[in-house]
């Protein structure tokens, strides 16, 4: 069972007119096993947390550290964070264009793995994977997510998590662009694999339609760049209702 530990995180992007702050001391502790939900404003910097946590070059820690089972996740490379298992699913996943889903699903489970997966049983897991989320079998050999419905970039995010099998998973966004039906089988697929281990799932929404299937242990709110509240799965229903209105942040409603 893994720890990730974030601890008073700030995280600047650089901007025309200097550096802008846009986290501001998160605290955040995710422990194999739970389901955290993180829900705030557009703009409050939800996605600026999984990049940060990620790796992406654009985000520059001023302060704090983010450990994963006592280890400086800051430190590693990108490669290095997949391979110490953690999985960070984006809000708007790449194109890879020329890059076949099957050959770039394997080389991201040799990254992770330290070895390639023998061929055989690799074919054979991938399609096994792929019918449990209703992933048409042609998708294998589609360039990676070019031309890919929302619906399907979603899927794919699950197929990655099925096959790769991370011990922390930051989901962001995973309910965006999705109908009901793409939206209950990316679920199942999510609830799956909870189920299936003592995976720790950071999920990042500005709704609260997917907490009706994925039910978290705790929700967080977030605005201005940290956390501001935490409470049980209630608290997304309270939001459902009420909106981020007494956060201050964002007069927007979250449904
Ligand atoms: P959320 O995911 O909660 O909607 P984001 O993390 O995407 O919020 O954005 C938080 C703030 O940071 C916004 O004001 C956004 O414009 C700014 N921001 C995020 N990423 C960048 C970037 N790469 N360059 C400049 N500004 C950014
Ligand atoms: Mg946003
Ligand atoms: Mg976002």
Known sequence: ??????KDLHVSVAAEDGAKEILRGVDLTIRGGETHAIMGPNGSGKSTLAYAIAGHPKYEITGGEVLLDGEDVLAMSVDERARAGLFLAMQYPVEVPGVSMANFLRSAATAVRGEAPKLRTWV???????????IDPDFADRSVNEGFSGGEKKRHEVLQLSLLKPKIAVLDETDSGLDVDALRVVSQG????RAAGDVGVL?????????????PDVVHVFAGGRIVESGGADLAN??????????????????
């Open 124 to 134: 054979k897991e991938v399609k096994g994977a792929m019918s449990e989320l209703d």
């Open 190 to 193: 999510v609830n799956r694999y």
């Open 203 to 215: 999920l990042i929404t500005h709704y609260t339609r997917i907490l009706k299937y994925i039910t």
């Open 1 to 6: 069972m893994s720890t990730l530990e974030i």
């Open 238 to 255: 309270e939001l459902e209702e009420n909106g981020y209105v007494k956060y201050g942040a964002g007069a927007e409603a979250a449904s």
